[in-house]
């Protein structure tokens, strides 16, 4: 992977950057990766091996390149639960979730704000109901 990922981010890490990043992470990483102050979900809690919460500070890639970041949403890692994103994410969506999570310990005050709503209380996968998944 060192030597696949890019290296330079086409795009900076601005507030709109960041905050747009803040609404992809909330959409698509927070079922398994969490937010800060609240609780694991049942789906991470269900993953082996569990998932990193991203934004609890023992747990942050803060030191990883952004384009180490950007390797794993776009191409997801084997032997995990981690999907690929390629297919559902654009490259500027890939870029600005990666942006946030490299500088998840310095976010300007909207991004903060935006993933400091709460979660729904058990929340689903991501763009699925739970609707006919109920175990009878």
């Known amino acids: 992977m060192d030597k696949e990922y890019p290296r330079n981010p086409p795009i900076q890490g601005t507030e709109e950057n960041y905050t747009a990043g803040a609404h992809i992470y909330r959409e698509h990483c927070a079922v398994c990766h969490g937010v800060a102050g609240q609780p694991i979900t049942s789906v991470a809690k269900g993953m082996y091996p569990r998932p990193p919460q991203l934004l609890d500070p023992r747990h942050m890639v ?75």
């Open 62 to 136: 803060t030191d990883d390149p952004p384009g180490e970041s950007y390797w794993k949403v776009s191409n997801g890692i084997r032997m995990t639960g981690m999907p690929s994103f390629h297919e559902s994410l654009s490259d500027t969506q890939m870029w600005q979730v990666s942006l946030l999570l490299a500088n998840a310990d310095k976010l300007p005050a909207s991004a903060n704000l935006t993933l400091a709503q709460p979660l729904p209380v058990d929340q689903a996968a991501a763009g699925s109901t739970t609707a006919g998944n109920v175990r009878r």
